[in-house]
């Protein structure tokens, strides 16, 4: 889908969720060749599969399918009598590209077809003073388009933080050394086994996927599965699995009970894309080529959908691209002859950019803990930049945090330990990786070595 059709989806968004009746879609869909009939029941298995839920995951799932999916979507639309969303899809995509801060959102339309801006700078056209009784000057914007000036739109400026103040015994808490594993700081994993650890090792993709075989992640795999059983998890490794396959793995998982264990564990070794999201970017691919976003992946395991893991950590680990960028670096002191070389059997998991669609249409749930609470999502690269796998050694950002987890998890706290990851990995290589993370967590995590 090219960028003017992404910019009118994303525009669109709220009120294509708030009217979209999906459900006379699905054959119109089908019949066009949109979506295959696995891909249908995932919209359909959405969140909770409302209504709303549905047309949500249609439109975003809509930007993945190609130059002609808008086209087509507004053809289904024609087809199940859905004629005003239709028009209104059209007669936008037929407009003239306009440049974004100088229109608002297209969710309400005016009569003509015309959305809310649009119908009042025609008004204003015909009558300049209609807002304030008294004559406006007038801009020129184009040829034959006018505008009163004092309606030109406002550049608004990033507002200023503002400073908070610590008071001194909250600051001394914060920064006393030797915090130890007061349970007030950190979560406890005193629970034998801790936890349940997936491991999904995605490695030989479908020939009409067009993805490569990640040669070396079954390296990547059999490490972290020794690694994570010596941190008394119970792991459990599923190899090659389609995106179907991937959620029913998943939801399998969030519906255990973990009531009398302390902590979950989801790592995917796959390849990765830019994807919509809300709140956390990326996805992951099933070895059918069909993509399953991050953002799904974590909620599944949210405070509503796993209660027995309420209040407990959740951890993810991506080792998948975030785009396809390759990351040049910039010019620092002299890297050693050893990181210079490393790259030359190394290989990304990168696949093609899908975007962000805008901003969320509904507030996010809130319950006696926040809904995404307890939750941290560690990425092997930066959004948007490739990830690097040596074919023989396995992928830099699993091999460094087996290692640091091998040395340092008897007494560092979980983000400690991945920013030794990111400093080590981004020190590696020709091209460049930078690792991150999003924590959701509440207090520090150690995880049990003994």
Request: contains cysteine; glycine residues 8%; proline residues 6%.
């Amino acid at each position: 889908m090219d960028e003017k059709d992404r910019e009118l989806l994303r525009r669109c968004r709220l009120r294509l969720v708030r009217e979209l009746q999906v459900a006379d879609l699905w054959d119109a869909l089908l019949k066009r060749g949109l979506f295959t009939p696995d891909m249908i029941e995932d919209i359909q298995q959405a969140g909770s599969g409302s209504r709303r839920d549905q047309a949500r995951q249609l439109i975003t799932d809509l930007e993945t399918r190609g130059s002609q999916a808008l086209p087509l979507f507004i053809s289904c639309l024609q087809d199940t009598g859905q004629n005003v969303l239709a028009s209104f899809l059209s007669i936008n995509r037929q407009a003239p590209k306009q440049d974004p801060a100088s229109v608002g959102p297209l969710d309400v339309l005016g009569p003509m077809g015309l959305n809310l801006n649009e119908l009042e700078i025609h008004r204003m056209q015909q009558d300049p003073s209609r807002l304030t009784g008294r004559h406006l000057p007038t801009v020129v914007l184009g040829p034959g388009e006018l505008r009163p000036a004092e309606l030109r739109p406002e550049v608004l400026k990033p507002e200023v933080p503002r400073q908070v103040n610590i008071d001194s015994e909250g600051l001394r808490d914060t920064c006393a050394p030797r915090l130890g594993r007061n349970t007030d700081l950190a979560y406890v994993l005193d629970a034998d086994p801790c936890g349940h650890c997936l491991i999904i090792n995605n490695v030989n993709f479908c020939f009409k996927s067009a993805l490569s075989s990640r040669t070396g992640s079954n390296i990547d795999c059999e490490k972290l599965q020794r690694r994570f059983r010596l941190l008394h998890f119970v792991v459990e490794v599923k190899c090659d699995l389609t995106a179907k396959d991937m959620l029913q793995v998943l939801v399998g998982l969030a519906r255990r009970d973990h009531g009398t264990l302390d902590c979950c564990v989801v790592v995917i070794l796959s390849h990765g894309c830019q994807a919509s999201h809300r709140q956390f970017p990326g996805a992951v691919y099933g070895t059918d080529g069909c993509s399953v976003s991050i953002e799904r992946i974590v909620n599944i395991f949210s405070g509503t959908g796993c209660p027995s893991l309420g209040g407990k950590p959740k951890l993810f680990f991506i080792q998948a691209c975030g785009g396809e960028q390759k990351d040049h670096g910039f010019k620092v002191a002299s890297a050693s002859p050893e990181d210079m070389a490393s790259g030359s059997n190394s290989e990304s998991d990168a696949t093609p950019f899908q975007e962000d669609p805008g901003s969320s249409d509904q507030p996010d749930a809130v319950a006696s803990l926040p809904t995404p609470s307890d939750i941290f999502v560690s990425y092997s690269t930066f959004p948007g930049f490739v990830s690097w796998r040596d074919t023989k050694s396995g992928s830099w950002y699993i091999e460094t945090l087996d290692r640091v987890l091998e040395q340092w998890a008897d007494s560092e706290d979980l983000q400690t330990l991945l920013l030794r990851v990111a400093n080590a990995v981004s020190e590696k290589g020709i091209y460049k990786q930078m690792p991150g993370y999003f924590n959701f967590l509440r207090k520090k995590l150690y995880f049990k070595t003994s």
